[in-house]
Every structure is written in structure tokens, then in C-alpha cells.
């Protein structure tokens, strides 16, 4: 048994669009990014954290174990008798709370596994994948920020034949990198935007690590998927969509396995709430459907007739 | 791994790898290629639905003249007036011709069975102004009914098996407190049977009454045995009579109408008509489309003598495999007449009504016949794949009419072929439910467990819902009963009685009034001090129960073979006319009586939560949670969220501690049913399916442990437990499959349901037709027996978006994750909606 612990706050099972094939898939808790469409804030802290789901809490007065539970002396706000938020600053992240709480009221985000115990929720599914081509995934938040945890459960699943992937944005040193290279199947990898003051203004960073580390990946062979999330006032500009495409070209020498171009979706509004988070985009009037989807054609387009494989969505056969 | 593709050349008129869209569903304008099938879909959908008298009248008659008669002569000859006398109609655009003795979407009467709730519904409950379901009766319609209402008191198979029940069976039935309900055979025939068509076509209705006279002919004078034969033979032949009469008279009004048709397309495909019915009333099918004719006439006849319904059409591919070869080779059809014929058949099925009580439709609704199966694909006798061009007309044939008829079934097993798969599943998600698939692996090693050889079991067809069965050698009474087990838990957790047993129960004076109680005598949970008590005395109560129900069975089994005997049914069953025994008494090779258990989940998350709070973690004592119980919840509302989290054991997530519980109440029933002797000669199947009938047991059985307040449904068929509160499985489709394959199904010999729901993003693109393949493969490859799905609809999340208190449990796919859609912001349900047509996550 390792000491190292991994913190997860998903377990997905029948994963089917991040990677070939039957996936589970592990989103590791704590990202490098702030990106304002994220719609996995609950994946931001690295810290374990309570999610409030007042819709199911079934009514303080008559309950209150959450309250009870505490050790740590932390306020619980009730509205219309449904727990509706904490005092974030003073909550230590011991989850007592989630633990008591009968009724998902409480959900916890954030749970630590050590390798051998994620393993064996992966393992279950060998079946699956095997008949399916499919694997473990690991996303997160930034799964790279825990590259010692991934590596040790990568190491399992290859001593057992599990295919795995990795999905990171990469805004990690190189270092985090080269744990994973040697047992990494699939990469799943985003180039955002090229601009890198635009960049820096809508995810926190600027894109020189991330494309430096997506040259290293492919100049040691990796062949990535490549995403690009469409968002308008963003990076969905004809101009961008060709700066990524000869960056692709030139840069990787057109040496990865799919482009996909993926539509904005207004999503993980009710876990922003559950953090007592707003959302960064909530004033964003997203482009009407045939707005977007007749953009995301017309530069995937533009990308096949830079001979790249880009596909509109992840729905289609990695080939 | 995925095999792969072997050729691309096309095997219907559609690609093998056509798609319709995911989750589109439902009926869309002209679906079909074809013109004509367009417009009979419209035709159709406009035309009311009725009952028709004159079935019943001349039935009626023919009782009354021929009442000297012994019951097997008598019966026939009352086909055989009816067959030869009720009116025949051919409907607009129709290649196939024939229909059930009434006009298209017309349901005929039985008074044989039943007569006086239809009586009663006349007068009292207007079958015109039911919520579903409804009928439009013509005043000459009701007029005949209360003219011969009076002649059958007395005289129906309802009435006889009611005076043979006695308080030990009526008590728990569906007219006592609903631990079993076997009300469908106690109004109807009992149907679920697969007729012999290859040998039909083989031999034609001519070549089987050869088959007749020779055994007649072999008879001694004067062996008693012999006599009984002579009168089965003899009531065969009356009823061949009408056969011939019958099919020959839906020819002469093609010519007829052929004579005064103008168009000269339509003319000629009358004279087809006509010559294809003149020569399969006696004689062998010349080619595909007087086989296709033949088929179908001759299942109808089947639902003319009884009204019994799932009467299934057989393994299409196999029937007419040969006869589609034949006549492609010889030019008499070619691929696109065939898939315009296999259209125009699934619109006749589509007619077919039955009429049923107000009972009935309360738990099921749809005017339809019901059970009409229809299977593609599977192995034959040596083991084979028997996928050939059928195979996939068939499935297009469905893409094409997008109509709930017939009930089509594809068999899957190992080597079927990629293009197969890819056209089954691309039809599956469309949306509509159909097909349903079959594990070929465990429904092969299901029969070989009741008495088939190998060879034998190779070659079943799902009757009805999913009733593994032989056709032409099987008589399963498959769809006989269903027992409430969470009533059976109910009565065990409070010492052999109801929950909520008072004076006000019109059963309190024989039962708990009598100085005696409904159930077994066993301890209730107040008075247990383990969890292997409770065990023993569930057990208990389920032979005891058990035992009520088979002979409740056993009795109406035994009224139907005195009452009504089917001669024309024995016509297409081996081994009755060898053996010269009516199906109804033994006559076929094999010979079941088939109930289903409901409440698998129910009864399991009931157990294990019982078990982990009051005898592990001491949460609660026995006589507390019985007193929970009692108040139906109310005050417990952290115990009731409680025991709904998945902070407790729960059947359906790969957790062997509810799995194992599961395992055990499946084996219980299972131990009960299994083997035990029925009244034709044959054996009980347990079953594990409800179809919608969970919804009725659930209305019987106060609140349960599991966390399901009194009177909501119980769990539906193997599937997870859902409550008003939470859904009790949440670890996604593959525990499930894990969880499913732990118990043994082949036991479950009369066969299996479960329900799969997918949300159409999570199963969109190629990726995800293909990972829904994978995830069938396995289950089906490791002990899952069947599966079907209900892919959310475009309007189910519209209505869902419009009434969320109706689906709060209801899961979709987002993107990255799943989540309950009736949480999710408006902007994104919409998006979620628009998404059911393209495939872009």
C-alpha cells in the first residue's frame, strides 16, 4: 500500500465521450486554472468542501444533525428552514456535516482515496472496456496536480491491462508531466485561446506553459486530443481558430489524434450555488443554436481544409 | 473486442449503419419510403377504436343449437360458424388481408369468457368515457350485448372458476388483499403461444387435415382413449372447415373488388390478393407473398377462437428464410416488395383490439392486442447466426412505421454480426422501446434448465412480453399469474397479518375476526431477534403463499380445458394431433404454467434496510419501525430520508450486502414455483417481470422498510428501487449490470424484464451507439438475460420541464456529468431538449 492519497470529488462510471471506448472516470479535486465558463467549480479547491443542496435538505428544525455534528463551531444559515449556507471561512472541511445529513442535503465534494482504493472502484468495470476499448480517465480540476497519485493508479490499471487517459489542461511544471508520460494512453488537452493577455483575462494564466508543455508532449510522441471550447466574446474568432490551427500545423506537426470544437454550455449552475459561488458568467447571453452550431461547422471547416482532424463535438470515432 | 464489420453491401433497402436520430421517438410525418404505408399510418390513426358484435352473436347462436353437443365439438363448430359467416373486409392499400372477425381496430367479444362486467361497464361506467382505453359502442353493439347477457350467466369460464375458488384461494387473490393477481386467464383465453408456421407453410391447412384423417383412420371402435381422440380429431375438422371458408372468402371479395376497381395498379394487386388467399386456404404458399398472407391469416384465427392475448408471430428471419431465397432466385418478389409487405404486416398487427375491464386498464393502458412478439436474429439448431436480409427489412420495417406493433424482439449472441448490432441498436434509439433484446446464452441455458434439449432451446422465440418459449411445441400459460411480494413481506413483518388490519377490512370477520389471521403464523419484527428469523419467516410465508396462488391457477387451468377446449389452436401445436389431445389438456410437447414475482427490489432494499437498522446499527428496534410503518412515515422524516440515501445497502449498486439479500428473495420464489406439477401436464416457471402491473401491487401493500410510503408502486420488473423520495440506484448502468448478473437468471425460466433508461446524450454519436453495444455484449455475455431501453424522449423532457413534481428522480447525462434534470437552470433544460436531435457532446 502507498501513503499518497488522491482527493476525488467525482466518480463517473459508463463514461462515454472522454476517451474510446466504456470509461470511469476520476475528476481530481484543486485546479491551476479559474476559467469562467468552468462548469466543474466544485473541482476548483483542492480542499475537501460540503455542498448545499437546500431542495433536498428536509427541513432544519425537525433535523438539524448537521448542526449537531459539527465540531468546529461553524454558523449554519437557514432559509424557509432549509439549510442554505455556511460560514465557508471557519468550515475545516471534515465533512461530519455530509456524513449525518440523511438526505443529500450535504453532498461532499472532494473525498480522499488512496490508488489501491481508486483502482478497485476502476477494476469493476474491466469487462467493459475490455470489449468496448475503453479505460480509466482521470480529469479533473487539474488531474496533474496530483501527478503522483495518477501515476501509482495508472501504474495499477496497466499491470491489469485497463487502458488509461488523462485530461489536464496542462498548467503544470513539465516535471508533472513526465510522471505520466510513460503510463498515459490518451491525452485530452485544451488549447483555449492563442492570445495570451485574452487568455490570461478569462482563465487566470497565460497559454506559454500550456503550449510549451503541448510541444514537449508531442516531441516525446504523445498524439493528443485537442479541444477547443467555442465561446463567444472569448475566442470565436475566425483569426483564432487559424492561430490554433497552425500552431497544430506547425508547432506539433499536425501530430495529434482529433481537434474537437466544443458549443458552450451554460452548466454547473446549481454547484456554483451549492459553494455559495456565483457564477463567473452570469450575464453572458449565449448565441442562439444556429448561431453556434453553424459557427462550429464553419471552423471545423476551416480546420479540415488545413487538413486537421476536427471533428464538432466528441461524439465521433477518435479513427 | 468489437468484431468487425464483414461487408458493406446493403442488406435491406436502408444502409446497415442508417441512423434515425436519438431519442426522436414517436411518430413522425411519413416515416416510410413508401407512399402507401404513409398514408395507411394516417388511414389508421383517425379511425376510432369499437367492438363488434358479431363474433359474440353467432357464438351465441351456435351454443344455443348446437348444446347437445360435447364442449370440444360444440366449441368448434362455433368457430367454424364464425369463420364462415361474420363479414370480411380488405381495407384501403392493403397487401395482406385478413382480420379477427370484426372490421380493422375493432375488437370482437367473448362471451364464452367473460360477459357481465362488459354488461355492467355499459350501463354503469361508459367505456366511451374512460381516461384511456376508451371504445365507441354503436347502440346496435350494446343492444346485442344486454340481448345475450342473460343466455351466458352461468355458463363463462369467469363464473366456473369463481364457484370452484374457495376462501383459501380467493383470499389472497386479486378478490381478497392482492398478494397474487390472476385475473387476465380468469376473463380471457390464456394466448401466449407461438403457432407452428414453418410447418404450416410446409404443409398448408390441406396437408395438416391429411395429416388428421390418416390419424382419425388409425383409431380402434372401441378403445375409450380412442374415443376421446376421435372427438378432438372431429372437432379439428369442423373447425378446418371454417379454416377453408374463411380464408377463401377473403379472395372472393378481392376479385369482387377487383371487378369494380378503376385504378389499374390497385386492380392488379387485388387479383393478387385474391389468388394468394384462394390457394393458402388449403394449399402450400407458392412464394414469399402467399406465405406472408398465409402467416398472418392464420395467427388471426388463432385470436378469433380465443382472446387470449401475446399471441406471437414467430422468428421472422427463420420462417421465411427459405421461401424469401426462393422466390428472389425465382423473380416473384423482390427485396423492396418484402420490406413493403413487412410494413404493410406490422399495420396489420397494429389493428388488432382487444377489449378489456375497467380493472385491467387502470394498470395498463392502450387498446392494443398486446404481446404481438416478432423476433429477429439468434442461432438455429446447430448453433448458427441465422441473420440474413429479413433480419434487417424487419428492423427497417419498425424505423419505418415507428408504431408500438408488433412487440419486435432481436435475439443477440456472440458472433452476431457487427452490421447487425449496428442496425439494432441505431433502431433502438430512435426511442419507442422498441426492439427489446434476448441474450441468446442465458434464454438457451434457461429452457435447457426446464426440459429442452439442446437443439430444441436453440430455436425459442420470446412470447409475449419475454417468455421464453418453443414455438409450435409449447403451451406456457406464461402469463398466469403475478405475485405481490412485498405484500408477502408485509404480512411476514407483522406476524401473518396486514399492516393496517381493522374491523373496517371486509375480510376482518373470516380472517382476524375468526380468531384466525390472513398469513402463515409467524413471529412479527417485533418479536425477532435476528435477521436470519426474519429470513425463515419470510420463507414461510412465501410457500404458504405460493402454494395459494398455484392452486388458484391450477383451478382455472383445469375450468379452461373443460370449458373451452381450442381446436384450431391444436392444429398448430405439436404434439396434439399426434397424440390426439386438445392443447388446453396436455396436447403439446411442452407444457408450462408461468407466474411472475414483483417486487425484487422492493422486497430486497426492504430486507437489507431492516437488517442494517435495526439489527446492525441498532438505529430503531423492530416494534418501532413497525410502528413507523403503520403511521405511514408521518414524524419520521429523517429516517424516511435516511433509509432513501445511500448511506443504506441498496440492491442495484454492486454492493453484495443488498445483492445477496437479492439473491435470496429471487431464490425463494424461485425454490416456491419452480417444477411444481400444473393441471396440463406439465410445469410452473417463475417469471420475474410486472410490465405495469407494479403499479397495482404497490396499491395493495402499506408502507414498506425500504422507505416507499403506503400505496406507491413498487419496484417494476428485476429493476432498482425507486420511491417518491429517491431513486435507490446510483452508481450508473454498469452496476447495474454487475448487480443484475449476480443473480442466477436462468432460473427464472418463464423469463425476465429490465428496464434500461438512457438520456439521449449519453448515448449519441458513433462512440455512443457503440459503447451501447459494448455495455449489451457484456451484461448479455454474463448472465443478463434480456434488456430494454427507454431512451428519454424530446417530450418526456418537455413534459418534464412542465410538471417537475412528476420526474424528480429523472437522471440525464449533461456533458461531463449526470445530474437530475429538474435541478438544472431552464437555459440548460431547453438546450437539453434541443440536443435529443443531434449528437454533438
Known amino acids: 500500500m502507498s501513503d499518497i492519497k488522491g482527493i476525488i470529488f467525482n466518480v463517473q462510471p459508463f463514461t462515454v465521450h ?169 491525452w485530452i488537452t485544451d488549447i483555449k485561446c492563442m492570445d495570451s493577455a485574452i487568455h490570461k483575462q478569462n482563465t487566470g494564466t497565460g497559454n506559454e506553459r500550456i503550449l510549451e508543455n503541448i510541444r514537449f508532449l508531442v516531441s516525446r510522441g504523445a498524439k493528443p486530443v485537442i479541444r477547443i471550447p467555442i465561446i463567444e466574446t472569448f475566442n470565436a474568432t475566425e483569426e483564432n481558430i487559424r492561430a490554433t490551427g497552425e500552431f497544430i500545423k506547425n508547432e506539433l506537426g499536425g501530430n495529434i489524434l482529433q481537434l474537437q470544437l466544443l458549443p458552450y454550455r451554460k452548466l454547473g449552475l446549481e454547484k456554483y450555488s451549492s459553494l455559495n459561488l456565483s457564477y463567473p458568467m452570469g450575464d453572458f447571453k449565449a448565441p442562439e443554436r444556429e448561431v453556434w452550431e453553424e459557427k462550429l461547422l464553419r471552423f471545423r471547416d476551416i480546420l479540415r481544409g488545413m487538413g486537421l482532424p476536427a471533428e464538432a463535438g466528441s461524439g465521433n470515432a477518435i479513427k | ?41 394516417r388511414w389508421f390513426k383517425e379511425r376510432p377504436t369499437t367492438a363488434d358484435p358479431q363474433r359474440m352473436l353467432i357464438f351465441t347462436e351456435a351454443y344455443k343449437k348446437y348444446s347437445a353437443d360435447p364442449q370440444p365439438i360444440k366449441v368448434a363448430k362455433a368457430l367454424r360458424d364464425v369463420l364462415m359467416n361474420v363479414p370480411v373486409n380488405i381495407w384501403p392499400g392493403e397487401l395482406i388481408v385478413g382480420e379477427i372477425a370484426a372490421p380493422a381496430k375493432s375488437a370482437p367479444i367473448y362471451p364464452e369468457f367473460s360477459l357481465n362486467w362488459l354488461a355492467y361497464e355499459i350501463e354503469n361506467d361508459p367505456l366511451d368515457q374512460r381516461p384511456n382505453d376508451v371504445y365507441i359502442l354503436s347502440d346496435e353493439t350494446k343492444k346485442a350485448v344486454f340481448d345475450v347477457v342473460d343466455f351466458w350467466k352461468g355458463k363463462t369460464v369467469e363464473e366456473s372458476i369463481k364457484s370452484m375458488f374457495r376462501y383459501e384461494q380467493a383470499k389472497g387473490s ?113 412464394d414469399i407473398w402467399e406465405a406472408m398472407q398465409l402467416w398472418h391469416i392464420a395467427t388471426n384465427m388463432i385470436i378469433i377462437e380465443a382472446n387470449g392475448h401475446s399471441v406471437t408471430y414467430g422468428r421472422f428471419d427463420q420462417i421465411f428464410k427459405d421461401i424469401y431465397a426462393k422466390s428472389i432466385a425465382e423473380g416473384t418478389a423482390t427485396r423492396e416488395l418484402v420490406q413493403e409487405l413487412t410494413e404493410c404486416m406490422f399495420l396489420k398487427i397494429h389493428q388488432l383490439c382487444k377489449i378489456r375491464d375497467r380493472g385491467n386498464i387502470t394498470v395498463s393502458s392502450g387498446t392494443i392486442m398486446g404481446g404481438t412478439g416478432f423476433d429477429v436474429g439468434g442461432v438455429d439448431a ?75 432451446a436453440r430455436n425459442y422465440v420470446g412470447v409475449g412480453c419475454v417468455e421464453p418459449s418453443i414455438p409450435g411445441k409449447t403451451y406456457g400459460w406464461h402469463d398466469s399469474c403475478y405475485f405481490n411480494m412485498p405484500k408477502v413481506l408485509e404480512i411476514t413483518l407483522n406476524g401473518g397479518k396486514c399492516q393496517h388490519c381493522s374491523e373496517s377490512c371486509p375480510q376482518y370477520a373470516k380472517c382476524v375476526g375468526a380468531g384466525s389471521q390472513l398469513g402463515a403464523k409467524t413471529p412479527s419484527l417485533a418479536e425477532m431477534k435476528s435477521f436470519d428469523e426474519l429470513k425463515e419467516a419470510f420463507q414461510t410465508q412465501m410457500r404458504y403463499w405460493t402454494d395459494r396462488m398455484i392452486s388458484s391457477v391450477n383451478t382455472m387451468d383445469i375450468v379452461h380445458q373443460a370449458l373451452k377446449p381450442l381446436p384450431y389452436l391444436s392444429l398448430l401445436v405439436d404434439d396434439c394431433i399426434e397424440r390426439g389431445v386438445d392443447v388446453t389438456a396436455g396436447g403439446a410437447r411442452y407444457n408450462h404454467s408461468g407466474t411472475q414475482c414483483v417486487g425484487l427490489g422492493t422486497v430486497s432494499d426492504s430486507l437489507s434496510t431492516v437488517k442494517q437498522i435495526v439489527f446492525d446499527e441498532k438505529k430503531v428496534t423492530g416494534a418501532e419501525l413497525l410502528d413507523i410503518l403503520k403511521k405511514n412515515w408521518e414524524g419520521s422524516d429523517y429516517l424516511l430520508a435516511y433509509v432513501n440515501s445511500d448511506k443504506v445497502h441498496h440492491f442495484g449498486n454492486d454492493d453484495d450486502y443488498a445483492d445477496d439479500i437479492a439473491q435470496f428473495v429471487l431464490n425463494t420464489y424461485c425454490g416456491c414455483v419452480e417444477h411444481r406439477p400444473n393441471a396440463h401436464g406439465g410445469e410452473f416457471m417463475p417469471g420475474a417481470f410486472s410490465v405495469s402491473i407494479n403499479v397495482m401491487c404497490g396499491s395493495h401493500c402499506s408502507a414498506t422498510p425500504d422507505g416507499r410510503r403506503d400505496a406507491e408502486p413498487v419496484s417494476d420488473c428485476l429493476g432498482a428501487v425507486h420511491t417518491e423520495v429517491a431513486s435507490h440506484d446510483v452508481s450508473g448502468p454498469t452496476a447495474i449490470a454487475r448487480s443484475l448478473a449476480k443473480l442466477d437468471q436462468s432460473r427464472i425460466g418463464n423469463g425476465v424484464i429490465l428496464n434500461w433508461k438512457f438520456s439521449p446524450t449519453s448515448i449519441s454519436g458513433e462512440t455512443g451507439r457503440d459503447n451501447l453495444i459494448s455495455l449489451m455484449d457484456v451484461y448479455l455475455n454474463n448472465g443478463g438475460m434480456q434488456s430494454q431501453f427507454n431512451i428519454i424522449s424530446r417530450e418526456t423532457l418537455i413534459d418534464a420541464q412542465t410538471n417537475p413534481d412528476n420526474y424528480r428522480d429523472l437522471v440525464v447525462r449533461v456533458a461531463g456529468y449526470s445530474a437530475y434534470f429538474t435541478e438544472l437552470n431552464p437555459e440548460l433544460q431547453v438546450d437539453l431538449i434541443n440536443r435529443t436531435e443531434l449528437s454533438f457532446d
Open chain 1, 18 to 186: 472522454d476517451g474510446p471506448g466504456i470509461r470511469t472516470e476520476l475528476f481530481m479535486k484543486g485546479c491551476t486554472l479559474k476559467c469562467r465558463w468552468c462548469s466543474n467549480p466544485e473541482g476548483l479547491s483542492p480542499k475537501p468542501e460540503p455542498g448545499l443542496y437546500p431542495d433536498k435538505c428536509i427541513g432544519f428544525s425537525k433535523c438539524g444533525v448537521c448542526e449537531k455534528s459539527c465540531v468546529n463551531g461553524v454558523a449554519y444559515s437557514v432559509y424557509e428552514d432549509k439549510l442554505v449556507a455556511i460560514d465557508r471561512a471557519k468550515c475545516r472541511g471534515c465533512l461530519a456535516c455530509a456524513e449525518a445529513c440523511p438526505s443529500g442535503g450535504i453532498k461532499v465534494w472532494g473525498k480522499a482515496y488512496t490508488p489501491e482504493e481508486a483502482f478497485a472502484l476502476v477494476k469493476k468495470d474491466k469487462k467493459y472496456y475490455d470489449e468496448s476499448g475503453g479505460g480509466v480517465t482521470v480529469s479533473g480540476g487539474e488531474a496533474l496536480m496530483q501527478a503522483d497519485f495518477v501515476a501509482e493508479l495508472f501504474r495499477l490499471c496497466r499491470a491489469e491491462g485497463i487502458g488509461t487517459c488523462l485530461e489536464s489542461a496542462l498548467n503544470v511544471p513539465v516535471s508533472e508531466l513526465e510522471k505520466l508520460l510513460p503510463l498515459t494512453d490518451f
Open chain 2, 1 to 41: 473486442m468489437l468484431n468487425s464489420v464483414k461487408s458493406v453491401t446493403p442488406l435491406a433497402i436502408e444502409p446497415y449503419d442508417k441512423e434515425w436520430g436519438v431519442g426522436v421517438s414517436g411518430m413522425v410525418e411519413n416515416p416510410s419510403p413508401f407512399p402507401r404505408i404513409n398514408e395507411m399510418l
Open chain 2, 174 to 286: 386479486q378478490m381478497g388483499q392482492g398478494v397474487y393477481f390472476c385475473d387476465l386467464y380468469t376473463y380471457a383465453g390464456a394466448g401466449h403461444v407461438c403457432a407452428d408456421y414453418e410447418k404450416l407453410i410446409k404443409l398448408g391447412f390441406g396437408g395438416i387435415r391429411k395429416e388428421i384423417e390418416k390419424k382419425l383412420s388409425e383409431l380402434t371402435v372401441y378403445l375409450p382413449e380412442d374415443i376421446k381422440k376421435r372427438t378432438f380429431y372431429e372437432s379439428q375438422l369442423i373447425v378446418l372447415d371454417g379454416v377453408k371458408s374463411y380464408i377463401y372468402r377473403y379472395g372472393d371479395k378481392a376479385e369482387e373488388m377487383a371487378a369494380a376497381e378503376k385504378d389499374e395498379t390497385r386492380k392488379k394487386e387485388l387479383l393478387r390478393i385474391a389468388s394468394n388467399c384462394h390457394n393458402v386456404a388449403e394449399g402450400v404458399p407458392n
Open chain 2, 382 to 456: 446447430e448453433g448458427n447466426d441465422i441473420t440474413n436480409d429479413l433480419s434487417y427489412i424487419a428492423l427497417d420495417a419498425h424505423a419505418h412505421t415507428r408504431i408500438p406493433n408488433p412487440w419486435m424482439a432481436v435475439r443477440l449472441h456472440k458472433d452476431a454480426p457487427r452490421e447487425f448490432k449496428i442496425k439494432v441498436f441505431n433502431v433502438i434509439r430512435i426511442g419507442t422501446g422498441e426492439p427489446k433484446v434476448f441474450g441468446d446464452e442465458m434464454m438457451i441455458k434457461s429452457l435447457m434448465r426446464y426440459g429442452k434439449p439442446i437443439e430444441v
